[in-house]
């Protein structure tokens, strides 16, 4: 079975979604991505929770692709920032400030192409992991 890494890295972006409801679960046989709490209500199979062929797919937190990548970015891309990036990310908004900090830097388009490829890289791992073939 072969599924699209992009299909994956959606459902980790869906995940990430800010609800503590969204989740994604992908059937390990079929490779069909199941979304539960998603606003479109497209019914979900009623053994989902209990049949271990569905596995719940992680968020992006569950990678460490929040706070810690944002300071890995910085100590690469702009280390004489690192004490300010560590003060945004002690107080509320840190996401919108370090998005609007990377703006006044011209590092943005470097920010957003070193967070997708963290991604994909942490995504098949994981289908690797669990065994999905991605392609």
Sequence with gaps: MQVKIEDIEMAIEFSASGSFDSEAYINIQTGEIHYVDDPVDTPVPNDLYENAKFVCIPSKADFNLGKPLAIAFIAEHCPEKLDLVY?????????????????????????????????????????????????
């Design 87 to 135: 003060g945004i990310f002690n107080r509320s908004g840190a996401f919108s400030k370090f998005k609007s900090l990377l703006a006044s830097l011209n590092q943005l388009d470097n920010w957003y192409a070193f967070e997708q490829a963290a991604l994909r890289n942490a995504a098949l791992e994981w289908c690797n992991e669990i065994g999905i073939q991605c392609n």
